[in-house]
């Protein structure tokens, strides 16, 4: 981008382009000089569009758990279970309070956090220091964060669905990255006493 040159709110700019005059807001823009592509006509999923997206992210989620060395898979409600301790439980506009009550005695989870599409005030007062909500478009994040619940803050994050920004980010380390960093953190001797 040369000095003096403005892009415009929600422009998308391809890697290697230079862009040496303005760019209107909401364009896909690239190419050397960066020239308009088309226009992006933003447009957020809806109700079960939505909620198909998010639950697919969340396959990717377990998978990344299980590479990391943690045991995590569905639950029969849809939900996630990580290590027989923790719980995600993806809800829609017609889960209601009563039933995430249930699920939530019934699991008898140290963390166990919820995510929402859509911002549900009423499952607000519902958190404490070991159960989260997730308000996906409106970045809201209510109630407290276990390591599992800080991991899939930074899974959302990383893929465009931040929630409570006021926070440092942090993931579960990687079994075999964990051990080595326990391996290098150790003192060293050396041969003669020293």
Do not use: Y
């Amino acid at each position: 981008m040369l000095p003096g040159v403005t892009i415009g709110a929600d422009t998308i700019v391809a890697a290697g382009s230079v862009v040496s005059r303005d760019l209107p807001a909401g364009v896909l823009a690239g190419g050397v000089p960066a020239a308009v592509k088309r226009t992006l006509e933003p447009r957020p999923p809806k109700d079960d569009e939505a909620h198909r997206r998010i639950d697919a992210l969340l396959d990717e989620w377990i998978a990344e758990l299980q590479w990391k060395g943690l045991s995590a898979e569905r639950t029969p409600d849809g939900g996630i279970d990580v290590e027989g301790r923790h719980r995600v439980l993806l809800v829609t506009e017609d889960t209601c309070l009563d039933a995430v009550h249930a699920h939530a005695h019934a699991a008898h989870r140290r963390g166990f956090h919820l995510l929402a599409v859509d911002d549900r005030p009423d499952l607000r007062p519902w958190t404490s220091r070991s159960r989260a909500l997730f308000e996906l478009r409106s970045g809201r994040l209510t109630g407290g964060l276990d390591e599992v619940g800080h991991d899939l803050r930074d899974f959302l994050r990383r893929n465009a669905l931040p929630c409570g920004d006021q926070l440092p980010f942090r993931s579960l380390p990687v079994e075999g990255f964990a051990r080595l960093a326990a391996l290098t953190s150790k003192p060293t001797t050396t041969g003669n006493g020293r």
